[in-house]
T-cell receptor, first 114, second 111 residues
Framework: DQQVKQNSPSLSVQEGRISILNCDYT??????FLWYKKYPAEGPTFLIS?????DKNEDGRFTVFLNKSAKHLSLHIVPSQPGDSAVYFC?????????????FGTGTRLKVLA | NAGVTQTPKFQVLKTGQSMTLQCAQD?????MYWYRQDPGMGLRLIYY???????DKGEVPNGYNVSRLNKREFSLRLESAAPSQTSVYFC??????????FGQGTRLTVV
């Protein structure tokens, strides 16, 4: 059973507009959430994270929103740039043995059109 | 600064062969992970090691074994490779809090 779901496999956005990527999770024990970006033939790279005690975290053009009651998080990219075209994975982590165990969604392919 | 290094980058195996994927990190991280990425399935956790001397199963551990050789190294072994294990394998490490850092991946094909 998929604990972290990204229901949109792909998204196309015009350059300069806002990109909104969504993620849902089922496990209420998750307490740390992350977004990763992945280019072809490379490993995922960390983008931004949020703890369950917050509902928003910003880093430059990237903002992550967390709605714990809905078990939903979203990543906003404003303004979108062609270099943002990549696959985006959300991940959620319960604590296990004193560390995080990262459970990933299936990814959303973002294409930013120039 | 190398970060997380995986070897080999590419491998072709015949069904039934065995092999070990190597991973090393130079960030003094306590925790290490092995994931596989398949089309439409995202990244799925195979095994993880919270600290040196411990290993635990992830979401898809069947057909794999791991060894946390020391704090730096975490290897993944396929004892008898199957076509269903054709995938891209990623190793990652984390300090135990915060984000995980990933290697460049190993593309494995089992024929």
């Amino acid at each position: 059973d998929q604990q972290v779901k990204q229901n949109s496999p792909s998204l196309s956005v015009q350059e300069g507009r806002i990109s909104i990527l969504n993620c849902d999770y089922t496990n209420s024990m998750f307490d740390y959430f992350l977004w990763y970006k992945k280019y072809p033939a490379e490993g995922p790279t960390f983008l931004i994270s949020i703890s369950s005690i917050k509902d928003k975290n910003e880093d430059g053009r990237f903002t992550v929103f967390l709605n714990k009651s809905a078990k939903h998080l979203s990543l906003h990219i404003v303004p979108s740039q062609p270099g943002d075209s990549a696959v985006y994975f959300c991940a959620a982590s319960p604590q296990s043995r004193g560390t995080y165990k990262y459970i990933f969604g299936t990814g959303t392919r973002l294409k930013v059109l120039a | 600064n190398a970060g997380v290094t995986q070897t080999p980058k590419f491998q072709v195996l015949k069904t039934g062969q065995s092999m070990t994927l190597q991973c090393a990190q130079d960030m003094n991280h306590n925790s290490m992970y092995w994931y596989r990425q398949d089309p439409g399935m995202g990244l799925r956790l195979i095994y993880y090691s919270a600290s040196e001397g411990t290993t635990d199963k992830g979401e898809v551990p069947n057909g794999y074994n791991v060894s946390r050789l020391n704090k730096r190294e975490f290897s993944l072994r396929l004892e008898s490779a199957a076509p269903s294990q054709t995938s891209v394998y990623f190793c990652a490490s984390s300090p135990g809090a915060g984000e995980a850092f990933f290697g460049q991946g190993t593309r494995l094909t089992v024929v």
